[in-house]
């Protein structure tokens, strides 16, 4: 049969592998098919395709089920019977060495080949593939048209039937192997002809081939009656190293490298075969060591790839590439083709074309495949033609009602426009951002606003909006914007947005550079503008927290007097917080904290609201405390005040500790973390977040915890707050709890400087005194702890709070000896049982109970006991808990003892000692199980010791049995 007829090797062992990039054209084997021009410039890139095609010998791997089905074809072709193969694959995964090897095949088994390679730059050449498939015949000695013809004049005015019956006259001489690669790129007159020549398959022994490249991972089979699908996909980390061990023989592949390279190339041959060429080539080995350069390599070959694929795209797949990359997957293909212009083709041949090509992903809204291939595409515009493409894609998104959010992203992308309506969308995308938690996304579009032209006003919002966004990533930043904002703003600047910014610089603690920024700007304010008592009252606040101190700022803020008719919220909140921290006039402060928190739509500023929030700490009144404090959190959630909000939580956990609610104390601290992290925190306000969790430990008994919290010493510049003072006061609580008095007398008395710099100090927040006095009585100092235990009762006594006066009393108990120590348990008792202190409360009864122990009253202990022993375990503190197993423990000691030899005639006398022991236990408000646990037997045989002693004692329960145990039963 006529044909090349040169003897070549067989085909698993003359199959060439793909090792040019995917855009390098590379001639069949053999010299007889068209070659294109490689597309790559680098140095060694000639020597290596010289190399390459010297490698005829090197097998393919992983490709045994594709040649199995070209085989197929050509036995079925040799046979004289027709067939279709279409090759599909990702870009660089070899469908090209396929076919080229399927030409090899074709001319080992004596069939007549026609090869053709389409390309991008080819796919406007009429009957381009017609040309080479005819010239690649004619080269081989072969007729067309019965007479021996090249590429001539007269191919291109011959009718696609004619041509068809050309080569269906070839096929008459011999089976004819008809091969396209990248048939994708085949230009509408030979695409026709291919779609033609499938229906005269059948008249002459031939077997067409196409390679189809898919763009992305994964090879869609295309899938027609009568054609044989050959999906192409990358080789398999095994298969890898078996290309790798090919070309290093001798050498054992190092797994590691094997598994990088792997994942740098996708195992896409046409990636890893240069890769290999060139280390060979350095005699360099292929291990671990070498992956840093070859990825870097890898990274070169795809640039200049990308660089020569884009030049070779024709005018209109490069204008549609050039608006792709400009919208970036924001605007439909419909808006994307109107921005690309008017085009000389079809749009949805231009996009299959990129799709195919592996420049983009097609759908309603393609999208470029990554950032490198917008930028090239886009570099090849100058800058003026870069900024007009822009602005028109931004307007037209704009007139097509884009949402906001996809709207911003474009304006990110490009240069500022001058237009009012793109800060307004900046802005409300920001907003979005912001409101599902996206503070990166938010503070990048209010930082692209801020780049359009606008006014003062508007710019100083702005400014507000980034310092929100920026406050938890760069708090620094954060405070210098809103500095900035009160320094620089203008009359045009309306007084809102002024007290705005003071309010969150205030709120992340750093009062001295807040105390200058605020008084500066209420003396330029206050000459025109008559509503600024809210930003007189922050700064009052701010000059209050930096009194003391190396240096002290020049009294701007007077103290806070109360106006004549309806008070102002703001007056009301600083006057309180004033009669508060000096411990004076209980009622009139909480009167006007409670009116500084009535709501009103959060025009009030949080750390005023705040204050007055702790106002209501102090005056017992934590329910509302916390309910004005949950509105403040709201409100700085709802305007993205992170600083503000962390404020509130803390301010809320305090008010929970106080009330006994660890497990809402332990929800708040950890939201705390959340919405403002420790880093944020200004140094003279994180030892307040410090000092909260020392104090939560402490309440749980988690000692460990507690000193972790107050380890390391006060930030620089922190020494002299009123956080520190609360710091100070926390250390020395947890020494004490830790059997150190001497260093918590330091502290306790440090927090005592700090405060009496500023105010009295109020009982409640910053008992330093009573600590001091505790202090002291363990360090054996009684009569200095008992003069400073009187002065800490007396100034409880003055502030007025039950709280104050009842938890002073429970503390400094143990200053004081003999009858006074239950005399002020007793009080203490008496104030807390109707205070919202429940845990204080619950000691003080416990605590009394001791004390009646030790005076030998264990009726008292048992009927004080009695009130806490309906409490769950599991709803108080460890601590507490602990102390009244304790003393139930003394009791039943006691009252054991005393029942071992009854008096004469006792009707207890008859019962055993184990039985008198839990009549006496069950008598005092025991359960069982507290009883079991007590005497250690099992609650069933509690339960049935206590049926016999009803029995025994003719009682029908626990009522009669405390009532026949009491004293004066026993009396009588």
């Given amino acids: 049969m006529p044909g090349p007829g040169r003897a070549e090797p067989a085909m698993a062992d003359a199959l060439v592998r793909s090792v040019a990039v995917p855009a390098v054209r590379e001639r069949p084997a053999g010299g007889d098919g068209p070659a294109a021009p490689s597309v790559l410039t680098l140095p060694w890139r000639g020597e290596f395709e010289r190399r390459a095609r010297r490698a005829g010998d090197v097998r393919l791997v992983e490709r045994e089920d594709e040649i199995a089905v070209l085989r197929r074809g050509i036995r079925g072709a040799v046979a004289g019977r027709s067939g279709r193969v279409v090759v599909v694959g990702p870009r660089g995964a070899g469908s090209s060495a396929l076919l080229a090897a399927a030409v090899r095949e074709a001319r080992v088994a004596g069939m007549i080949t026609a090869f053709a390679r389409c390309t991008p730059a080819e796919s406007t050449v009429h009957r381009g593939v017609i040309n080479q498939l005819s010239a690649d015949i004619a080269g081989a000695g072969c007729r067309l048209d019965s007479g021996t013809r090249t590429c001539g004049r007269a191919l291109a005015e011959r009718t696609i039937p004619t041509l068809c019956g050309d080569f269906v006259g070839v096929a008459s001489q011999g089976p004819l192997l008809i091969a396209v690669d990248d048939s994708q790129w085949c230009d509408p007159g030979s695409r026709a002809w291919l779609e033609a020549m499938e229906h005269r398959l059948q008249q002459a022994p031939i077997l067409l081939v196409r390679a189809v490249m898919q763009a992305g991972s994964r090879s869609a089979a295309v899938r027609a009656d009568g054609v044989d699908t050959v999906v192409v996909r990358p080789l398999t980390e095994e298969g890898l190293r078996q290309l790798v061990a090919d070309r290093f023989p001798g050498t054992r592949p190092d797994a590691r490298f094997v598994a990088g390279l792997h994942l740098a190339t996708g195992g896409k041959p046409a990636l890893v075969a240069p890769v290999l060429e060139r280390l060979s080539a350095a005699g360099l080995e292929p291990v671990a060591e070498r992956l840093p350069a070859v990825i870097a390599h890898l990274g070169d070959l795809r640039d200049a790839d990308l660089a020569v694929s884009i030049a070779a795209l024709p005018a209109d797949a490069l204008n549609l590439l050039r608006a792709i990359a400009m919208c970036r997957g924001l605007l439909d293909f419909e808006l994307v083709t109107t921005l690309a212009g008017p085009l000389t083709g079809s749009a949805e041949a231009a996009l299959r074309m990129l799709s195919g090509f592996g420049l983009v992903f097609g759908g309603a809204e393609p999208r470029v495949v990554d950032d490198g291939t917008a930028d090239a595409a886009l570099g090849t515009l100058n800058s003026a033609e870069r900024a007009d493409l822009a602005a028109r894609a931004a307007e037209l998104a704009y007139r097509a009602a884009v949402p906001d959010d996809q709207l911003a992203e474009l304006l990110t992308t490009i240069r500022p426009i001058g237009t009012t309506w793109a800060v307004a969308t900046l802005r409300r995308a920001a907003e979005q951002r912001r409101a599902i938690g996206d503070r990166h996304g938010a503070a990048r579009l209010l930082t692209r606003a801020l780049r359009e032209p606008v006014s003062q006003a508007e710019r100083r919002k702005l400014m507000l909006g980034l310092a929100l966004a920026e406050v938890a990533d760069q708090p620094e930043l954060s405070d210098l914007r809103l500095q900035r904002v009160l320094l620089d703003a203008g009359p045009e600047v309306s007084g809102a947005v002024l007290l705005d910014a003071a309010d969150h610089l205030l709120s992340r603690g750093d009062t001295r550079t807040a105390h200058r920024a605020i008084a500066a700007t209420w003396r330029r304010r206050s000459a025109f503008d008559a509503g600024t008592s809210a930003l007189a009252a922050l700064g009052w606040l701010a000059q209050e927290d930096s009194v003391s101190g190396p240096v002290?700022?020049?009294?701007?803020?007077?103290?806070?007097?109360?106006?004549?008719?309806?008070?102002?919220?703001?007056?009301?909140?600083?006057?309180?917080?004033?009669?508060?921290?000096?411990?004076?006039?209980?009622?009139?402060?909480?009167?006007?904290?409670?009116?500084?928190?009535?709501?009103?739509?959060?025009?009030?500023?949080?750390?005023?609201?705040?204050?007055?929030?702790?106002?209501?700490?102090?005056?017992?009144?934590?329910?509302?405390?916390?309910?004005?404090?949950?509105?403040?959190?709201?409100?700085?959630?709802?305007?993205?005040?992170?600083?503000?909000?962390?404020?509130?939580?803390?301010?809320?956990?305090?008010?929970?500790?106080?009330?006994?609610?660890?497990?809402?104390?332990?929800?708040?601290?950890?939201?705390?973390?959340?919405?403002?992290?420790?880093?944020?925190?200004?140094?003279?306000?994180?030892?307040?977040?410090?000092?909260?969790?020392?104090?939560?430990?402490?309440?749980?008994?988690?000692?460990?915890?507690?000193?972790?919290?107050?380890?390391?010493?006060?930030?620089?510049?922190?020494?002299?707050?009123?956080?520190?003072?609360?710091?100070?006061?926390?250390?020395?609580?947890?020494?004490?709890?830790?059997?150190?008095?001497?260093?918590?007398?330091?502290?306790?008395?440090?927090?005592?400087?700090?405060?009496?710099?500023?105010?009295?100090?109020n009982a409640v927040d910053l008992p330093w005194r009573t600590g001091v006095a505790i202090a002291l009585a363990r360090l054996g100092e009684s009569g200095a702890a008992a003069e400073i235990a009187r002065e800490a009762l007396a100034r409880a006594e003055t502030w007025g709070a039950p709280s104050g006066r009842g938890t002073a009393s429970l503390y400094l108990a143990e200053v004081f000896d003999g009858a006074e120590t239950r005399t002020t348990l007793e009080q203490a008792v008496a104030l807390l049982e109707g205070s919202p202190l429940r845990v204080e409360f619950l000691t003080a009864v416990t605590d009394l109970a001791g004390a009646c122990l030790d005076d030998g009253d264990p009726a008292e202990a048992a009927s004080l006991l009695g009130r806490v022993a309906t409490i769950r375990p599991l709803l108080l503190p460890a601590g507490l808990v602990a102390k009244i197993r304790d003393v139930s423990g003394r009791l039943t000691r006691s009252t054991t003892t005393s029942t071992v030899a009854p008096a004469a005639g006792d009707p207890v006398g008859s019962l055993s000692e184990e039985e008198a022991s839990i009549a006496a236990l069950a008598a005092a408000g025991h359960s069982n199980p507290e009883i079991a646990r007590a005497l250690r037997l099992s609650g069933r045989l509690v339960e049935l010791r206590l049926t016999r002693i009803y029995r025994k004692l003719t009682v029908t329960g626990r009522r009669q049995l405390t009532e026949l145990m009491s004293p004066d039963s026993a009396a009588s």
């Fill in 552 to 761: 002290v700022p020049t009294p701007v803020f007077g103290a806070p007097a109360a106006q004549p008719g309806a008070q102002d919220p703001a007056v009301a909140a600083t006057i309180a917080s004033e009669l508060a921290g000096r411990g004076r006039e209980f009622d009139r402060a909480r009167e006007l904290a409670r009116l500084a928190l009535v709501p009103r739509s959060g025009k009030l500023p949080s750390s005023l609201r705040i204050q007055a929030a702790w106002v209501l700490f102090c005056t017992d009144d934590l329910t509302e405390a916390v309910l004005g404090l949950t509105d403040v959190l709201q409100d700085a959630t709802r305007v993205g005040a992170r600083a503000a909000a962390a404020n509130a939580l803390l301010m809320r956990a305090r008010c929970e500790l106080r009330r006994g609610n660890l497990g809402q104390a332990e929800a708040d601290l950890e939201a705390v973390e959340t919405r403002l992290p420790e880093r944020a925190w200004h140094p003279r306000s994180v030892s307040r977040l410090l000092a909260v969790r020392a104090e939560f430990a402490l309440a749980g008994t988690r000692l460990d915890e507690a000193e972790k919290a107050v380890a390391d010493p006060l930030p620089a510049g922190a020494e002299d707050g009123m956080a520190a003072a609360y710091f100070l006061l926390r250390r020395g609580a947890v020494r004490l709890a830790t059997g150190d008095p001497a260093a918590a007398l330091e502290d306790f008395r440090a927090a005592g400087r700090g405060t009496r710099a500023r105010r009295e100090g």
